[in-house]
């Protein structure tokens, strides 16, 4: 199903440690809005929809597991040389103590990743409704974590995520009129 090549989506480049703006990502690597709980969410609805879409939740969601791996890659830029009184004053000291600098799923306040982020309702029409919205949060989260940071080349791959979260909104709200348009449709059998 998939190939796998051995680089990011989008190059990421940091110009500086700086655990404060990691401690935020992390929201986009564990949180309820971020990439995981987005990717999970999509390929889990795939068995729900009805096949004139679901090709669309499998792109997005393999997507979405891309944008995982490019939000990881800046955490670990971030943070790979701070000391440990860096990321304790960045309020990651309880990341480190239990992790070191290992990845933990959870969100920027240090609670833990859940399978209750994973909206799903089974109806197709309110389930894409769901994905818009969780795109349109990830969307206004990049934006924010841009304007928390003067790092331009962090910026550059935070707008690339942040303009990837605008075109898979648009793509899933197509598919709401594909849905509607198919369920307005007389059927005879």
Not at 21 to 46: C, K, P, T
Not at 162 to 168: A, K, L, M, Y
Request: charged share 30%; hydrophobic share 40%; glycine share 6%.
């Amino acid at each position: 199903m998939w190939i796998y090549e051995k680089k990011l989506q989008y190059p990421v480049r940091v110009s500086k440690c700086d655990p404060r703006i990691a401690r935020y990502l992390v929201e986009q690597y564990g949180g309820a809005d971020g990439e995981l709980s987005a990717a999970l969410r999509y390929m889990n609805q795939r068995y729900s929809i009805p096949d004139k879409v679901v090709g669309l939740l499998t792109d997005i969601g393999t997507e979405e597991f891309a944008h995982l791996e490019m939000i990881a890659t800046m955490i670990y830029k971030l943070t790979k040389d701070a000391t440990p009184k860096q990321l304790e004053d960045a309020g990651l000291g309880p990341n480190y103590v239990n992790h070191d600098n290992g990845m933990f799923y959870n969100n920027a306040s240090g609670v833990p990743w859940t399978a209750a982020y994973i909206a799903t309702k089974g109806d197709p029409i309110a389930d894409l409704y769901e994905d818009i919205a969780a795109e349109e949060k990830a969307r206004t989260t990049y934006q924010w974590i841009i304007d928390m940071t003067d790092d331009v080349d962090l910026q550059d791959g935070l707008k690339f995520l942040r303009e990837r979260e605008i075109v898979h909104a648009l793509r899933f709200k197509e598919a709401v009129e594909i849905l509607k348009a198919d369920r307005d449709t007389k059927k005879v059998y």
